[in-house]
């Protein structure tokens, strides 16, 4: 059964950011400068445009684009859809949207600089470590106090902009991993900077290669490779670059068995780092929505990973990664024993008993208000299986905006 859920909010013009997509606005459309009523903000200009047009209000389709930032929401309350409302219920806590807004902040501010130091390698510049440090303290403090608020985040992308997010996310995982590993806070920051810097080399992998659609030839590949000698070389030469940090750059792409690149390393010719950073790298891409498909469910891929191990991973850190993330990570979408359907918003002791919000009656086909459950505290109730968003035409990262 695939579900197609609308959802219509209408808001002020002051309230509209890049990447929202208008489904209508208030005034005629000879009023107003555009050639289409329905359409997705691409450029600054265009809000522009709606706010000197004298538009005050309008309605915005966030199953199309995004919704107002959290810190502008009102109340789950305020969720329309397609789909018939049971006001039965009560909304969710709302004691982690602090720290939500926050790590929202710090990965647009990470994202930021991996753009700004790209483009300055691009122009043949060294990379700075003062435009990396700060913004690795943030994720530190963040992922020290709450690894789940930036985890979560990871689920949030954007064609466009994948090398930045994935780099983000190789940062705030590598750091997730380590400190779940029980290792000190040195290495917990060093890994975080090597991650964000870990394909530093696609700044010179020429465009039409990185951002190709289709499949990459073999000549193509060999220059795609190419990246992870060029990032190696790139943070040789930063001053104040650690050991920790050119690991996670260097072997990302190595595999166990030696049937990765660029050396074929093997085993422990491979430092435990880099053996993490390659199963991270992978969960990371395969999660991914990129233009030539679609991103797969973290559960099942965490499964497709498992059944790798030994050729690609090291088995025992795969278990532990899997530990660190979950069975069910943030933000999967997953059926509850009740049918209904919800979103994992934190994991628990037992992985497989996560906090939840439910969202969907799946019997009814009511949408109901998002409702916080702790599976770990409720005796009947446990998840039944993850579910494809794709296949609902559900974005989980909405709901986790709302607790
Ligand atoms: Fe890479």
Not at 39 to 48: G, S
Not at 121 to 143: H, I, N, R
Not at 370 to 391: A, G, R, T
């Amino acid at each position: 059964m695939v579900l197609s859920i609308t959802m219509i909010k209408k808001i002020s013009s002051k309230q509209l950011i890049k990447g929202m997509y208008i489904h209508e606005l208030d005034c005629s459309w000879m009023k107003h400068p555009f050639a289409r009523n329905q359409f997705k903000i691409t450029e600054i200009d265009d809000i522009k445009k709606i706010q000197t047009a004298g538009i005050k209000s309008l309605k915005i389709d966030t199953s199309k684009g995004l919704d107002i930032p959290v810190d502008n929401q009102k109340s789950p309350k305020e969720i329309t859809s397609n789909h018939q409302t049971n006001k039965g219920t009560s909304p969710p806590s709302n004691n982690l949207t602090k720290i939500r807004k926050e790590a929202k902040q710090i990965k647009g501010h990470a994202e930021q600089a991996i753009s700004n130091i790209m483009a300055d390698v691009k122009l043949g510049q060294q990379v700075e470590m003062e435009q990396v440090t700060p913004v690795v303290d943030k994720m530190a403090e963040s992922v020290l106090n709450n690894q789940n608020a930036l985890l979560g985040l990871s689920r949030i992308r954007n064609m466009d902009t994948y090398t930045f997010e994935h780099s983000v996310n190789i940062g705030v995982l590598m750091m997730s991993f380590t400190k779940s590993r029980g290792m000190p806070t040195e290495v917990i920051h060093e890994v975080g900077v090597g991650g964000l810097l870990h394909d530093i080399g696609k700044a010179l992998t020429p465009t039409e290669i990185l951002n190709k659609a289709g499949k990459l030839t073999d000549e193509e590949f060999v220059i795609m490779r190419k990246h992870v000698v060029d990032s190696r070389i790139i943070l040789e030469k930063t001053p104040g670059i650690s050991q920790n940090a050119l690991d996670v750059a260097a072997l990302h792409h190595e595999k166990f068995d030696g049937s990765g690149y660029p050396d074929g390393k093997k085993g422990d010719e491979i430092s435990i780092i880099g053996q993490m950073s390659a199963i991270v790298d992978v969960y990371d891409a395969l999660t991914a929505d990129r233009c030539y498909h679609k991103g797969q469910d973290p559960s099942i891929v965490l499964k497709r990973m498992l059944s790798w191990t030994g050729s690609h991973f090291n088995p025992q850190l795969m278990h532990e990664f899997i530990q660190c993330v979950g069975i069910y990570p943030p933000a999967t979408l997953v059926m509850l024993s009740n049918s209904y359907l919800a979103v994992v918003i934190e994991n628990n002791l037992n992985l497989l008993l996560p906090r939840v919000i439910a969202i969907l009656n799946t019997k009814t086909n009511e949408t109901i208000e998002p409702k916080l459950v702790d599976l770990s505290k409720q005796d009947k109730l446990k998840v039944i299986s993850s579910e494809s968003e794709h296949k609902w035409n559900i974005e989980p990262q909405k709901y986790l905006d709302l607790v």
